[in-house]
C-alpha cells in the first residue's frame, strides 16, 4: 500500500512514468501515476477502488476521481500506446534490430446487460461443450523481446482495440492491421516483422506497408498460385498470378526436405523443412510470399505450414518467428491470473475502452522496470531460499517481478520523511505484499 499524499515514488519507476506526461493534464497525470503505482502495488483486487486503497488514498481522494480518470478525464489511450511502443523499443531492443509483433485477441469475462461492447465470444478458457463466453474481447498487439536472464520470449502488451459486434470495429483481423500500423508508425526507422495464428489471415493484408512483414501459418486449404508470368506485350490487363499449385500435401510429396536447425521453445533441434515461393492471392494479393513446410518427426507429408511476406528470412527464422506467437498467450495468462488485469467492474464506454488498456500497460511497464532497473542475480536464490521447495527454479518469473516492485514501492513510501505511524490495514496488507512471492 502507498501512504500519504506525496506519491514518494522510487526513482526508477517515475523515470518511466514520466515519459507520458505529454499525454495528460498537470492533474490527471497526477492521477495516472497514483491509480498505476496503486495498481502495481495492491496485492488484492485491481478494481478502480482497489487502485486508490493500493495508493494509500482512499481516505484522502474520493473514489469519483478514481471514477471520473477512466470515464470522462481527457486522454487518449492511443496516444498512450504510441508512447509505450517507444519506450519498449528503446529500452529493450537494441538500436538498428527489427521489432517482432505478435497479434492475438483475449476474451476477459463481465457479466451484465449494461457493459458496453460486451457479448459472447469464443474463448479458449471457456468450460463446456460450447467453447464461448460473455464479455468484452480484445485485440491486442504486443512487442516480443528477449531479455538476457530468461532463456525465453516475453510478449508486452503495448496496443489495444475493443471488437464492437454490429459495427465497424467487428473484425478483429481489420483492428489487428490497425494496431500494427500505428505501433510502426510510433517506431520509425525500424522494420516490424508481425505474427499472428491463421485467424489473422485475409483481404485486409492486401498492399502492406514496405516495412512491415506478416507471418502466419498457412490454412491447409489455401489456395496457393504460382508467381505472374512476365508480360507479353499484348493487348489487354497482364496476368496477375500464375497457375494454381497442386495440394499442400501434394507440394509436399514433391518438394525435396532439408535438414534445419531452429530453436523454439526453450530447446534446440534438427527439423525437414522445404520453402516454396508462390501467391497466396486470396490473402495476400499479388505479393509474393514464402511458404515453409515443417517436418517434426513425420517422414513424409508435412506437420506445420507456414506463410511470410519476408522473403529474406530463412526457413528457421520464420519457424522460430512463429513459436514467438506462443509469449502473448503467456501474457495474457499472468495478466489475468497474476496481475489481475480485468478485475475492474466499470460500464461505460470510455471507461471500458480504457481500463483493460491500464492494466496492461501497467503490466508492460513492470517488466520494463524490473528489466532496467529491478534485476538482480541474486533474486532466482533469494526466491528459492524463501520457498526452498521450488527446487527446479531457474529464472524469474512474472509474479516475482510484480513483488519485487510491489516491495520497492512500500519500501519508497516507508522511507519518505516523517512517515505517519502505519495502521494495522496497512502492516496486514505490508505483511501479504512480502508473502506474495512464496505463495
Known amino acids: 500500500m502507498l501512504r500519504g499524499p506525496s506519491l514518494a515514488l522510487p526513482p526508477s519507476l517515475m523515470a518511466l512514468l514520466v515519459a507520458f506526461r505529454p499525454c495528460f493534464t498537470a492533474t490527471t497525470f497526477r492521477t495516472f501515476c497514483a491509480l498505476g503505482a ?46 509505450l511502443a517507444r519506450l519498449v523499443v528503446d529500452l529493450l531492443i537494441p538500436a538498428g534490430q527489427p521489432v517482432l509483433v505478435a497479434v492475438d485477441d483475449t476474451l476477459f469475462r463481465r457479466s451484465g446487460p449494461k457493459v458496453d461492447a460486451a457479448s459472447w465470444f469464443h474463448d479458449e478458457s471457456a468450460t463446456g461443450r460450447t467453447g464461448v463466453g460473455f464479455g468484452n474481447n480484445w485485440v491486442v498487439a504486443a512487442i516480443v523481446v528477449r531479455l538476457s536472464f530468461l532463456d525465453r520470449p516475453v510478449a508486452l502488451p503495448v496496443g489495444f482495440a475493443l471488437v464492437r459486434k454490429g459495427t465497424d470495429a467487428a473484425s478483429r483481423l481489420v483492428l489487428g492491421r490497425h494496431l500494427v500500423e500505428a505501433l510502426a508508425g510510433a517506431v520509425p526507422g525500424r522494420a516490424v516483422h508481425v505474427v499472428a495464428d491463421s485467424a489473422y489471415a485475409g483481404k485486409a493484408l492486401r498492399n502492406l506497408p514496405v516495412h512491415l512483414t506478416w507471418t502466419t501459418r498457412l490454412r491447409s486449404n489455401a489456395a496457393l498460385f504460382g508467381l505472374a508470368p512476365p508480360r507479353t506485350g499484348k493487348r489487354g490487363r497482364p496476368r496477375l498470378k500464375g497457375e494454381r499449385l497442386a495440394t499442400l500435401t501434394t507440394l509436399a510429396a514433391s518438394t525435396g526436405f532439408t535438414s534445419t536447425t531452429v530453436h523454439r521453445y526453450g530447446a534446440t533441434r534438427d527439423v525437414q523443412t522445404a520453402v516454396i515461393n508462390a501467391l497466396w492471392y486470396g490473402v495476400f494479393g499479388a505479393q509474393q510470399v514464402q511458404v515453409v513446410l515443417v517436418r517434426d518427426d513425420s517422414t ?140
Request: net charge positive; glycine share 6%; with cysteine.
Open 300 to 439: 513424409d507429408g508435412y506437420d506445420v505450414a507456414l506463410v511470410s511476406t519476408d522473403l529474406a528470412a530463412t526457413a528457421s527464422q520464420v519457424i522460430e518467428r512463429y513459436a514467438a506467437r506462443w509469449s502473448i498467450e503467456i501474457a495474457f495468462e499472468d495478466a489475468k491470473q497474476t496481475t489481475g488485469v480485468g478485475h475492474a467492474r466499470n460500464r461505460l464506454r470510455r471507461a471500458v475502452e480504457r481500463t483493460v488498456p491500464f492494466g496492461l500497460a501497467m503490466s508492460t511497464l513492470a517488466i520494463c522496470w524490473y528489466a532496467t532497473a529491478g534485476y538482480q542475480a541474486q533474486d532466482v536464490q533469494d526466491a528459492r531460499t524463501r520457498a526452498p521447495w521450488y527446487r527446479a527454479k531457474a529464472q524469474p518469473s512474472v509474479a516475482d517481478m510484480h513483488a519485487k516492485l510491489r516491495r520497492v514501492l512500500i519500501t519508497a513510501q516507508f522511507q519518505h520523511p516523517d512517515p505517519p505511524p502505519a495502521t494495522p490495514e496497512e502492516i496486514n496488507i505490508l505483511r501479504l505484499a512480502w508473502a506474495d512471492i512464496a505463495a
Open 38 to 83: 496503486g495498481f502495481l502495488a495492491q496485492p488484492g483486487r485491481r478494481t478502480v477502488c482497489g487502485m486508490l486503497t493500493g495508493a494509500g488514498l482512499s481516505q484522502r481522494w474520493s473514489h469519483h476521481r478514481a471514477h471520473r480518470f477512466f470515464s470522462h478525464a481527457r486522454w487518449s489511450t492511443k496516444q498512450v500506446s504510441a508512447v
